[in-house]
């Protein structure tokens, strides 16, 4: 199975400072099409997890702009230019690419 | 606008079954995969199934293999997932998700197995 490996679990930000989290997979999410299937999620308290970049870099609809993802391969970040009250909550990196589909253990946003 | 709404959980036995059950609208559903993710309490989400849009390809994580089993009605727009030999670590709430990808997310049905 493939191993998904974030950093920091606990991640404590201020407002309008920028945040950012990692996520390392224990082989290459290539797909043999060529595309790489890694996603972001956010789970705020008490609501489902909602996607919120796919495929590596591209932002769901809705997703505000200060949300960015990059990466390949094997490592990934997610990028909060500038933090708000509404990004607390747990972040989820996950690869669609190699079956059984498999999630990292997440990482923990929360307020200074 | 793409929804989901899944129903049918509840208290069951440990040994005993239940089925799962996925309302979906707002896209083609026969030509996406649709997903099963469940989440522990206070853990984070597992991945469980994926059924193609066709029905006949399926997946299964191997924590659930062989004890439950995936299905669509694509005449209906539903989803299921059968959920047999029920054990206490499959306690979770149950999500129902679009695609492989898991682009969009329903609220979720509580299984809680216990005696």
């Known amino acids: 199975d493939v191993v998904m490996t974030q950093s920091p679990l606990s991640l404590p930000v201020t407002l309008g400072q920028p945040a950012s989290i990692s996520c390392r997979s224990s082989q290459s999410l290539v797909h043999s099409d060529g595309t790489t299937y890694f996603s972001w999620f956010q789970q705020r308290p008490g609501q489902s997890p909602r996607r919120l970049i796919y495929?590596?870099?591209n932002r769901d609809s809705g997703v505000p702009d200060r949300f960015s993802g990059s990466g390949s391969g094997t490592d990934f970040t997610l990028k909060i230019s500038r933090v708000e009250a509404e990004d607390v909550g747990v972040y989820y990196c996950?690869?669609?690419?190699?079956?059984?589909?498999?999630f990292g253990q997440g990482t923990k946003v929360e307020m200074k | 606008e793409v929804q989901l709404l899944e129903s049918g959980g509840g208290l069951v036995q440990p040994g005993g079954s239940l089925r799962l059950s996925c309302a979906a609208s707002?896209?083609?559903?026969?030509?996406?995969?649709m997903s099963w993710v469940r989440q522990a309490p206070g853990k984070g989400p597992e991945w469980v199934s994926t059924?193609?849009?066709?029905?006949?390809?399926?997946n299964y994580a191997d924590s659930v293999k062989g004890r439950f089993t995936v299905s669509r009605d694509n005449a209906n727009n539903m989803v299921y997932l059968h959920m047999n030999g029920l054990r206490a670590d499959d306690t979770a709430v149950y999500y129902c998700?679009?695609?492989?990808?898991?682009?969009?997310w329903g609220k979720g049905t509580t299984v809680t197995v216990s005696s």
């Open positions: 998700a679009k695609d492989r990808w898991l682009g969009v």
């Open positions: 707002g896209f083609t559903f026969s030509s996406r995969d």
């Open positions: 495929r590596v870099s």
């Open positions: 059924i193609g849009g066709s029905g006949i390809g399926t």
């Open positions: 996950f690869q669609g690419t190699h079956w059984p589909l498999t």
